[in-house]
T-cell receptor, first 111, second 114 residues
Framework: QQQVKQSPQSLIVQKGGISIINCAYE??????FPWYQQFPGKGPALLIA?????SEKKEGRFTISFNKSAKQFSLHIMDSQPGDSATYFC??????????FGTGTSLTVIP | DAGVIQSPRHEVTEMGQEVTLRCKPI?????LFWYRQTMMRGLELLIY????????DSGMPEDRFSAKMPNASFSTLKIQPSEPRDSAVYFC????????????FGQGTRLTVV
């Protein structure tokens, strides 16, 4: 059973464009929502995270939008760059500290 | 700190053989996770240890999979017997138990069962 649903599976964006990745969850016990970035041959690494008492968090070109009532959250990458090409995973973390990841989105930014 | 260290980086084995994947978490981290990554299912949580004790192993696919954490600095994931459908990248991650802190991943072990 997939605890976190992520879409799209792949995304192609022109340099300078906006990349948007969406995630949804059902379990209301989740209370921490990080996004991880993974480059080929590497393990995922934390990109940005949000708590459910905040509706938006921005760090540089990366923004998380969080809708608690809809149980949805999304990652926006502004001014997308070729170096952003990677696989992105959303995650939901339970109060018991278990991390559940989405299926991943492969982002390609075309120069 | 060298980060989370996994070995081997690559493993090719024949169907039916036993496979053991190893993980050394970051010193001081008391939570350890094993994940399996495939194209179809993304990152699947297999098992989660806290203070060396398995807390949740509901993600372990079947009895062929077993995991141990004999001490705070070492964990193993064993598959016996291995099958071609076990082919995937297996990641180990560790973190402190503090809420809202980052989980650090190792480089992964790419397992191919032929």
């Amino acid at each position: 059973q997939q605890q976190v649903k992520q879409s799209p599976q792949s995304l192609i964006v022109q340099k300078g464009g906006i990349s948007i990745i969406n995630c949804a969850y059902e379990n209301t016990a989740f209370d921490y929502f990080p996004w991880y970035q993974q480059f080929p041959g590497k393990g995922p690494a934390l990109l940005i995270a949000i708590r459910p008492d905040v509706s938006e968090k921005k760090e540089g070109r990366f923004t998380i939008s969080f809708n608690k009532s809809a149980k949805q959250f999304s990652l926006h990458i502004m001014d997308s760059q070729p170096g952003d090409s990677a696989t992105y995973f959303c995650a939901a973390v339970s109060t018991g500290n278990q991390f559940y990841f989405g299926t991943g989105t492969s982002l390609t930014v075309i120069p | 700190d060298a980060g989370v260290i996994q070995s081997p980086r690559h493993e090719v084995t024949e169907m039916g053989q036993e496979v053991t994947l190893r993980c050394k978490p970051i010193s001081g981290h008391n939570s350890l996770f094993w994940y399996r990554q495939t194209m179809m299912r993304g990152l699947e949580l297999l098992i989660y240890f806290n203070n060396n004790v398995p807390i949740d192993d509901s993600g372990m696919p079947e009895d062929r999979f077993s995991a141990k954490m004999p001490n705070a600095s070492f964990s193993t994931l064993k598959i016996q017997p291995s099958e071609p459908r076990d082919s995937a990248v297996y990641f180990c991650a560790s973190k402190t138990h503090t809420w809202g802190t980052e989980a650090f991943f190792g480089q992964g072990t790419r397992l191919t069962v032929v």
